[in-house]
């Protein structure tokens, strides 16, 4: 066979593979790629927060939660490498998806993932006392 023939039956034999897996629906095909699944029924999800130096950090939260008490925690609990701390939660913006997210909004609307973290870019607002520092 010539290289343009063994080259057009692969070809062939892919299109028809791609064809089979278009025509088998999910549930009965193997795992073909390591991607992490759909969110599946947790009660938690991973936040990691991304600021602009590219410092992240992340923390489990309750799909209940809302952005309020994950903004307060963070807070709380605030780590040094993403620099110094903020007066209030309300000196927090949080980005997702290409927008601001609500201080009502749970949790629950930004999982994708069951088994990785979510990435947030978390916006800080300085106040003129953290400036002087």
């Known amino acids: 066979m010539t290289q343009l023939g063994a080259d057009t039956t692969n070809l062939e034999a892919t299109v028809r593979g ?21 969110a599946e029924a947790t009660d938690e999800v991973q936040l990691t927060f991304l600021i602009p130096s590219n410092e992240r950090h992340t923390q489990t939260f309750n799909i209940s939660d809302t952005v309020q008490h994950a903004k307060q925690t963070l807070l709380d609990n605030w780590p ?24 009502n909004t749970t949790l629950d609307a930004v999982k994708r993932y069951a088994d990785a973290p979510t990435v947030v870019h978390l916006m800080i607002s300085r106040g003129k006392a953290s400036e002087k520092e």
Do not use: C, H, W
Request: charged content about 25%.
């Open 18 to 38: 791609e064809q089979m897996l278009r025509k088998t629906p999910s549930s009965e095909r193997g795992s073909i790629d390591s991607r992490p699944t759909e």
């Open 80 to 103: 040094v490498q993403l620099g110094p701390k903020p007066a209030s939660p309300s000196d927090l913006k949080l980005l997702y998806g290409g927008n601001f997210l609500d201080n």
